[in-house]
């Protein structure tokens, strides 16, 4: 089992930046693919951005495309989600999430993912 620790977070005001930080507790193997969903009020968990170990192939939904950026640090296992020019559609509960395999095919689904961290709170005003 693998425990995904967040940190990050916090209320800023449009046009602001926030970075968020999840380690996972494993050495990478049960987390090849890492990432980050968010889910607001009333609305499906969507993703936003996932990576893969050595920081391989990201993935970014088009709503955050040039906004922000995943790393992945191997040496420590964690995963950075760093959010610049954020807008107020951007508040949501944002989770970590890992897998040892991720998407089989097309865009990330929380389904994909079976590792979750507690979630942290992005709040755009």
């Known amino acids: 089992h693998v425990q995904l620790v967040e940190s990050g977070g916090g209320s800023v005001q449009a046009g602001g930046s926030l970075r968020l930080s999840c380690t996972a507790s494993?050495?990478?193997?049960?987390?090849?693919?890492m990432g980050w969903f968010r889910q607001a009020p009333g609305k499906e968990r969507e993703a936003v951005a996932t990576?893969?170990?050595?920081?391989?192939?990201?993935y970014y939904a088009d709503s955050v495309q040039g906004r922000f950026t995943i790393s992945r640090d191997s040496a420590t296992n964690t995963v950075y989600l760093e959010m610049n020019s954020l807008r107020p559609e951007d508040t949501a509960m944002y989770y970590c999430?890992?897998?040892?395999?991720?998407?089989?095919?097309?865009?990330?689904?929380?389904?994909?993912?079976?590792?979750w961290g507690q979630g942290t709170q992005v709040t755009v005003s």
């Open positions: 999430a890992a897998d040892s395999v991720g998407p089989a095919a097309g865009p990330p689904t929380a389904g994909d993912f079976a590792y």
């Open positions: 494993d050495d990478g193997y049960s987390s090849a693919c």
């Open positions: 990576i893969y170990w050595g920081g391989l192939s990201p």
